[in-house]
């Protein structure tokens, strides 16, 4: 369980844009505060900034609405532009600093990185404890892991995913990549956006997610669905969790909520946090 060696890193990574990872961070942020953990999160996309804009529009509905909601400490950090290798390496010892100054005053540490690769985004992943790699339910969105031959019965494992292998070596200590046993570093693939109508790409993609999955040495979990709910909730920086958990906001649960709270309690369970479960209120 994740209580019992805290505090952890949680790194939500993906070199693709829009595949939900800052939703994914924030969902998972919130939950683990109702659970009664001392959260912080970092936005490493300080460009894009979706998680930042969806903790303001958060801050910005409690001071409208005269209502208290769990927020995380959140930091915003952004990579030197232009950088050479001595710029990389100072942006990468900040961000070592500024985890390990948040680990002395909080359990759980969610890092959302960017949608492209950079130097500061590879420091993130590097003080991962776990990482959590959301991928859309889609064939197209699988070769942020792999480019398949499908023909010749073969696949390639993409940049991102050697660069995962590579630090994963770099936290395990073993030198052949082929044959790494990480130690602290847990790889979770996220199935992401999942559709609700049985089709062929449903189908196919579990099927070569879990193929991956043996082949890769990942976590698959089968995710997260398609749900406008989570779209709704971004303006007002609301999660799945406030609606479940809090008698102001629960009137209007519908389906939709109840089977998207199922959802984020079974992601909270296989990262390990047993006592975490999401009641409504």
């Known amino acids: 369980m994740l209580n019992k060696n805290l505090p952890?890193?949680?790194v939500v990574g993906n070199?693709?844009?829009g595949s939900g990872k800052s939703t994914l961070s924030i969902h998972l942020a919130i939950g683990y505060m109702y659970a009664g953990y001392k959260v912080a999160t970092i936005d490493l996309d300080g460009r894009q900034g979706t998680l930042t804009h969806y903790i303001e529009n958060r801050i910005n509905f409690c001071k409208s609405n005269q209502?208290?909601?769990p927020i995380p400490e959140h930091l915003v950090v952004t990579p030197q532009l232009f950088a050479d290798e001595q710029g990389a390496q100072e942006d990468a010892d900040d961000l070592d600093a500024e985890i390990n100054?948040?680990?002395q005053n909080y359990d759980i540490i969610i890092i959302d990185t960017p949608g492209t690769y950079n130097h500061l985004s590879n420091a993130g992943h590097k003080n991962a404890d776990i990482l959590i790699t959301p991928v859309n339910d889609s064939l197209l969105d699988l070769d942020v892991l792999a480019k398949f031959d499908v023909p010749n019965n073969f696949f390639s494992k993409s940049h991102y995913a050697q660069n995962v292998e590579k630090l994963k070596g770099l936290v395990s200590g073993e030198n052949n990549l082929d044959q790494i046993i990480a130690k602290n570093f847990r790889w979770i693939v996220l199935r992401n956006r999942v559709s609700h109508v049985d089709a062929?790409?449903?189908r196919e993609v579990d099927k070569m997610l879990k193929y991956l999955s043996e082949k890769m040495g990942?976590?698959?979990?089968?995710g997260i669905g398609e749900r406008v709910i989570y779209r709704e909730m971004f303006l007002k920086g609301l999660t799945i969790s406030?609606?479940?958990n809090n008698k102001k906001l629960s009137s209007g649960i519908s389906l939709s909520h109840v089977a998207a709270?199922?959802?984020l309690n079974s992601v909270m369970t296989a990262i390990g946090i047993e006592d975490a479960k999401l009641k409504f209120a």
């Open 67 to 69: 209502t208290v909601l």
């Open 8 to 10: 952890k890193v949680i």
């Open 200 to 202: 062929n790409n449903k």
């Open 261 to 263: 709270k199922n959802e």
């Open 242 to 244: 406030d609606i479940t």
């Open 218 to 222: 990942f976590e698959y979990l089968s």
């Open 15 to 17: 070199e693709k844009g």
């Open 101 to 103: 100054n948040l680990k």
